[in-house]
Nanobody, 124 residues
């Protein structure tokens, strides 16, 4: 049974940093794309970025480029989202997701597995 468990969320002041973790279990994720999404109150879930597990290629939405970095630790079967220079508009529940295949996708319904989410709140 595949499980994704996020951790690392919290309250931080604008300009601060957080590192989210997504611990994956139940299988190896070689050949998968691991995505990060976020959902703010009253808004749709939006794509933040992704990493192709095998190649470690990363992709980001324009609003986080240069501030967020996705990486993965193969030995720990864990994906990370390092978030720097946080802004109040980054406040949301952050989810990690896994998608079979060697390409990423920005559409939530194209992902096969989801974590439960972790809250990130950025105060101004």
């Amino acid at each position: 049974q595949v499980q994704l468990v996020e951790s690392g969320g919290g309250l931080v002041q604008a300009g601060g940093s957080l590192r989210l973790s997504c611990a994956a279990s139940g299988r190896t994720f070689s050949g998968y794309a691991m995505g990060w999404f976020r959902q703010a109150p009253g808004k749709e879930r939006e794509f933040v970025g992704a990493i192709l597990w095998t190649y470690e290629t990363t992709y980001y939405v324009d609003s986080v480029k240069g501030r967020f970095t996705i990486s993965r630790d193969n030995a720990k079967n864990t994906v990370y989202l390092q978030m720097n220079r946080l802004k109040p508009e980054d406040t949301a529940i952050y989810y990690c997701a896994a998608r079979r295949g060697s390409t990423y996708n920005t559409v939530p319904r194209d992902y096969d597995y989801w974590g439960q989410g972790t809250q990130v709140t950025v105060s101004s």
